[in-house]
């Protein structure tokens, strides 16, 4: 899941930034994962497939979530898929980007494109769970303080997710520098309590031993698989890991995780076992109604609980970030129509803000707090979206294995084989809870994956009728030379080809019978990967007659912003003064028509995503007085 802004230095060597980044990825990475044992061990018991409350359980399900936490997170993210960065940068279109380019032209390319597609349609439906089982499960802490305060959690949880989302567009820079430090109090709050419970009972941590694991599944076989479940929720935000890679670098996010966060968690799992070991049995079942809240003393719940709150707002601000980032990507990738992009930071040129899927995440939240009620139906929803990302990134990691980085096969096959049973498994289990919530995320997943793939398919066959019919650019030139007059200035004809003529030149001509000086028509071009070289900015081709074909490149992580990159250049024989400057922009109003390509629905569809993105304008910050919009028809 990506998260918040690149870090400046992300990939400093000295001892100094590294430990350093180290602290900041502890409050941006970890809060969806360090927020689970809030909740995740007690659903295992008390969840929709409760568990009986003595020895055997309890050892056999925190043997479990020690095992997910170190093959899971451990291994295969933080331990292989870290490895697998795309110039520095992580998540699953990132990995797509960086497979793609090597398999493209193989039959398997386009299933490659479509996992990767479908994970990210995923983590929209956990974008909106992440925030919402989070808060409201941190707030249901009040209940053990005073069960009186029940009626109330509802409406602080409500109130407190609005304004997370209200405080999106002021952008979070300055609240931002707080939250390592209150992360870091947080997992050592986690440490401190676990211990406190571990020191009463250490024989606890027999379960570190995997035949307590195995014992369960011997004893309770059906049983343990639907544990499974619930005991996810305990390496839920482990793609998080992978995802905010570029933020933060390789080591200093391994240096953060196995030395501060993974140990503060585990204690805590353990320390919640070890209390309800040390209670009998009717104490031991009121504790597991919110065991996390009870590992305090009655006197310290209150500030658990704040504390507590606190950790669940910074990781839901982590997991919004993270879907502004997607989004980003996902946009610049030709995956999702232009969207309106606010820059919130002058010197974080990661940190962004898109108004509608900040609306639609809180709108989503909103029903999905008011329809569910609390947090264990919640978590019932949780879980199918985030099993079925990591299963899709397992798939992608045989592609990495095998195809770029050629593992011999008797080392490749039994990693592929081990994660894909654990994560085919978990992901098994969760999709026992569909019918019990998970078809949210599945709905919310199946509407993005439908919307994406349109988008990125009907821009595919638009190029392609626009294509058919262009007129070469070089002829065009030389034929038009002469035919319309020539008046002072610079005219950009923004293009979605570098082929053919765009129609806004050709419509222009037409009407207005007049020609710039120089006349350029500039595609910009998104490559697969997250940064484009300064060297490979530019590509010019000087047709004469003052007349050029420009390409601009960025990659998918970069900001389009067209007048920095042609200010201060001489690529097209002269500098381009802005106020000299035109741009004429294409308006194309689709016409469903039934040509082979997509179903008519699907037509319409892409035609009302159309007629609903954002401007190119403001899209590739073009100066607002300098641009002109021609519009013309186009039959799909």
């Not at 005073?146 to 609005?162: D, M, T």
């Not at 040390?278 to 109604?289: K, R």
């Not at 592929?416 to 654990?422: A, E, S």
């Not at 009728?465 to 004809?493: C, D, Q, Y």
Request: glycine letters at 8%; aromatic letters at 10%.
């Amino acid at each position: 899941m990506p998260s918040a802004s690149p870090v400046p230095g992300g990939h400093g060597h000295g001892s100094n930034s590294i430990a350093k980044l180290a602290f900041g990825a502890i409050g941006v990475v970890f809060g969806d994962i360090g927020t689970s044992p809030i909740y995740a061990f007690r659903e295992t018991f008390v969840g929709p497939h409760p568990l009986a409350i003595d020895e055997l359980h309890i050892l056999g399900v925190v043997s479990l979530i020690f095992w997910s936490m170190t093959l899971v997170v451990s291994i295969q993210y933080v331990g292989i898929l870290m490895r697998a960065d795309n110039k520095g940068q992580g998540g699953s279109l990132a990995l797509v980007a960086l497979i793609s380019g090597h398999i493209k032209k193989s039959r398997y390319g386009g299933l490659v494109v479509l996992l990767g597609v479908f994970a990210t349609a995923l983590f929209y439906g956990d974008s909106m769970i992440t925030p919402a089982v989070s808060v409201l499960s941190a707030v249901e802490g009040l209940t053990v303080v005073e069960s009186r305060l029940a009626p109330l959690v509802l409406p602080i949880a409500l109130v407190l997710l609005i304004g997370l989302f209200v405080l999106q567009k002021s952008g979070t820079a300055k609240v931002g520098a707080l939250f390592a430090p209150v992360m870091v109090i947080y997992f050592s709050v986690l440490a401190i309590l676990g211990i406190y419970h571990l020191v009463q009972m250490p024989g606890v941590l027999v379960a570190l031993n995997p035949w307590y694991a195995i014992q369960f599944f011997l004893t309770d076989k059906m049983l343990g698989f639907l544990a499974l479940g619930s005991v996810v929720l305990a390496v839920t935000g482990a793609e998080a890991l992978y995802s905010d890679m570029g933020h933060f670098g390789r080591g200093p996010m391994r240096m953060s995780w196995f030395g501060f966060v993974m140990p503060c968690l585990l204690i805590n799992y353990f320390g919640q076992a070890a209390m309800i070991l040390g209670l009998d049995d009717a104490s031991a079942a009121e504790a597991m109604e919110n065991p996390f809240f009870n590992l305090a003393p009655e006197y310290l719940r209150l500030p658990l609980v704040i504390l507590a709150t606190c950790a669940t707002f910074i990781a839901s601000q982590a997991v919004i970030s993270g879907a502004f980032s997607i989004t980003h990507q996902a946009m610049q990738l030709g995956f999702i129509p232009r969207l309106s992009t606010r820059h919130t930071s002058e010197h974080e040129v990661g940190q962004i803000y898109i108004p509608f899927v900040n609306w639609a995440l809180m709108t989503g939240v909103i029903v999905l707090v008011l329809v569910f009620q609390n947090s264990s139906n919640l978590a019932s929803a949780y879980g199918i979206a985030v099993t079925g990302a990591m299963l899709i990134d397992t798939c992608l990691m045989t592609v990495l294995l095998i195809v770029l980085w050629r593992w011999k096969l008797w080392l490749a096959i039994p990693v592929i084989v081990t994660f894909f049973i654990v994560d085919g498994a978990y992901f098994a289990a969760n999709a026992t809870k569909i019918a019990d919530g998970g078809w949210f995320p599945l709905l919310i997943g199946g509407i993005a994956f439908t919307l994406l793939t349109t988008w990125n398919k009907g821009r595919r066959l638009m190029r392609l009728r626009m294509t058919e019919a262009a007129l070469p650019l070089n002829v065009f030139a030389k034929s038009a030379h002469g035919s319309a007059a020539r008046v002072p200035g610079t005219a950009i004809f923004m293009a979605s080809s570098n082929v053919g003529v765009p129609s806004a030149l050709l419509h222009n001509i037409k009407h207005n019978k007049v020609l710039h000086e120089r006349v350029v028509v500039l595609t910009v071009e998104v490559a697969e990967v997250p940064y484009v070289e300064a060297s490979e900015r530019y590509e010019v081709s000087d047709l004469g007659q003052g007349f050029y074909r420009l390409t601009l490149r960025y990659g998918f992580m970069e900001e389009t912003d067209i007048p920095a990159a042609l200010a201060n250049t001489q690529i097209c024989g002269a500098p381009f003064e802005m106020m000299k400057t035109s741009f004429f922009l294409s308006r194309q109003t689709l016409l469903p028509a039934a040509k082979p390509g997509m179903a008519i629905w699907r037509e319409k569809l892409f035609a009302w995503m159309m007629r609903n993105a954002a401007s190119a304008m403001e899209f590739f910050r073009l100066p607002t007085n300098r641009v002109v919009e021609l519009g013309s028809q186009l039959e799909i």
